[in-house]
């Protein structure tokens, strides 16, 4: 099949080296404003260049992933479903909720099918753990711990743009843990600080943060978020149950130093970027929405699936702003 790439700054080119390697992708075509970018991923994938997204669109492609800047994310996802092209769209749907709301009314009832990136669904250790959930070897889920740990904070202009480490952070913590337990979130209590970059503080952001979100069925989970790890990227989910208690991300490369004498785990080069933790995951979860192109797949991450995720993180930033515990409810309209 024939993909287009809109966007070829760091995941889009990541997702187009991923791309080439899928034995179902035939030929590529990208664009993106910047010239360059569009002429290096072309002579590196041998990869068509189109001049604009709707050239893109019109050149007779069978799928589109939107690696773009989030504020085109809407209108590129709507002009790709106008064309009838299935469309794979990093996260957020939207810069704001109100956007993906629209979205999401745009798109409900249409038959082009969108999936949205969210690439620890397709994590094997996430998804080992949602299938213990799902056949209850855990028994009743009580606890959940998940934690994201950057090695470093973003640029100053990333972060004065992302809408908040819950926005951009978090709400890979708070997709899984729905997507994990099958559960949804009905009330949050988030607090947050800042002791290093001043250019996180002065964008009004958190850099280092924490929630509490109570499930549906009464189930607690306990999210961990930090700009600053100097000894890696650390993603890890612990579930606990009346039966059993189970963890992912407890490998070898789990950057996190042992103190206990004659304890050696971990004992490989710890995770240091997201691409290194989820290679895996994302070359998974483009064979997905290949599949979901073929049309032998339905889509795995839905418009809606991902604002579930945007309503808690929104609450998050509410409860952090106002120090007090915010129902879904409240942030809720849609």
Same mark, same amino acid.
């Given at each position: 099949?024939?993909?287009?790439?809109?966007?070829?700054?760091?995941?889009?080119?990541?997702?187009?080296?991923?791309?080439? *390697?899928?034995? #179902?992708?035939?030929?590529?075509?990208?664009?993106?404003?910047? =010239?360059?970018? #569009?002429?290096?991923?072309?002579?590196?994938?041998?990869?068509?260049?189109?001049?604009?997204?709707?050239?893109?669109?019109?050149?007779?492609?069978?799928?589109?992933?939107?690696?773009?800047? &989030?504020?085109?994310?809407?209108?590129?996802?709507?002009?790709?479903?106008?064309?009838?092209?299935?469309?794979?769209?990093?996260?957020?749907?939207?810069?704001?909720? =109100?956007?993906?709301?629209?979205?999401?009314?745009?798109?409900?009832?249409?038959?082009?099918?969108?999936?949205?990136?969210?690439?620890?669904?397709?994590?094997? *250790?996430?998804?080992? =753990?949602? #299938?213990?959930?799902?056949?209850?070897?855990?028994?009743?889920? !009580? &606890?959940?711990?998940?934690?994201?740990?950057?090695?470093?904070?973003?640029?100053?202009?990333?972060? #004065?743009?992302?809408?908040?480490?819950?926005?951009?952070?978090?709400? !890979?913590?708070?997709?899984?843990?729905? %997507?994990?337990?099958?559960?949804?979130?009905?009330?949050?209590?988030?607090?947050?600080?800042?002791?290093?970059?001043?250019?996180?503080?002065?964008?009004?952001?958190?850099? $280092? $943060?924490?929630?509490?979100?109570?499930?549906?069925?009464? &189930?607690?989970?306990?999210?961990?978020?930090?700009?600053?790890?100097?000894?890696?990227?650390?993603?890890?989910?612990?579930?606990?149950?009346?039966?059993?208690?189970?963890?992912?991300?407890?490998?070898?490369?789990?950057?996190?130093?042992?103190?206990?004498?004659?304890?050696?785990?971990?004992? *490989?080069?710890?995770?240091?970027?997201?691409?290194?933790?989820?290679?895996?995951?994302?070359? =998974?979860?483009?064979?997905?929405?290949?599949?979901?192109?073929? *049309?032998?797949?339905?889509?795995?991450? $839905?418009?809606?699936?991902?604002?579930?995720?945007? %309503?808690?993180?929104?609450?998050?930033?509410?409860?952090? !702003?106002?120090?007090?515990?915010?129902?879904?409810?409240?942030?809720? &309209?849609?």
């Amino acid at each position: 099949m024939r993909i287009a790439i809109l966007g070829l700054g760091r995941i889009g080119a990541f997702h187009a080296e991923t791309l080439s *390697g899928l034995d #179902a992708v035939t030929s590529l075509v990208v664009a993106d404003p910047f =010239a360059d970018a #569009a002429k290096a991923a072309a002579e590196r994938f041998g990869a068509e260049v189109a001049d604009s997204p709707e050239a893109a669109l019109a050149s007779g492609v069978d799928g589109v992933v939107v690696a773009a800047a &989030t504020d085109a994310h809407p209108a590129l996802i709507l002009a790709a479903v106008e064309a009838g092209v299935p469309v794979f769209c990093e996260k957020p749907v939207a810069r704001t909720m =109100a956007e993906g709301v629209e979205v999401l009314e745009a798109v409900r009832d249409g038959e082009v099918p969108v999936q949205i990136g969210f690439n620890r669904r397709f994590d094997a *250790g996430f998804a080992a =753990a949602r #299938a213990a959930v799902r056949a209850g070897e855990l028994g009743r889920l !009580h &606890t959940v711990r998940s934690t994201t740990l950057d090695p470093a904070p973003p640029p100053a202009a990333y972060v #004065a743009a992302s809408g908040g480490i819950f926005r951009d952070c978090s709400v !890979h913590d708070f997709d899984v843990i729905r %997507w994990v337990t099958g559960r949804e979130v009905t009330e949050v209590y988030a607090v947050g600080g800042n002791r290093g970059a001043d250019y996180i503080r002065e964008a009004g952001d958190a850099d $280092t $943060t924490g929630a509490v979100l109570t499930l549906d069925d009464g &189930t607690i989970a306990m999210v961990s978020n930090s700009r600053h790890n100097a000894r890696g990227y650390d993603v890890r989910m612990e579930l606990h149950g009346f039966a059993d208690s189970i963890a992912v991300g407890l490998d070898d490369k789990l950057p996190l130093r042992s103190v206990e004498p004659g304890v050696t785990f971990p004992a *490989g080069t710890p995770h240091d970027f997201f691409m290194d933790r989820f290679t895996a995951a994302y070359r =998974a979860e483009l064979t997905a929405f290949t599949e979901v192109v073929a *049309g032998t797949l339905p889509s795995p991450c $839905t418009v809606a699936d991902a604002l579930e995720a945007g %309503w808690i993180a929104e609450a998050c930033t509410l409860s952090l !702003h106002e120090h007090r515990p915010v129902r879904l409810a409240e942030v809720r &309209t849609a």
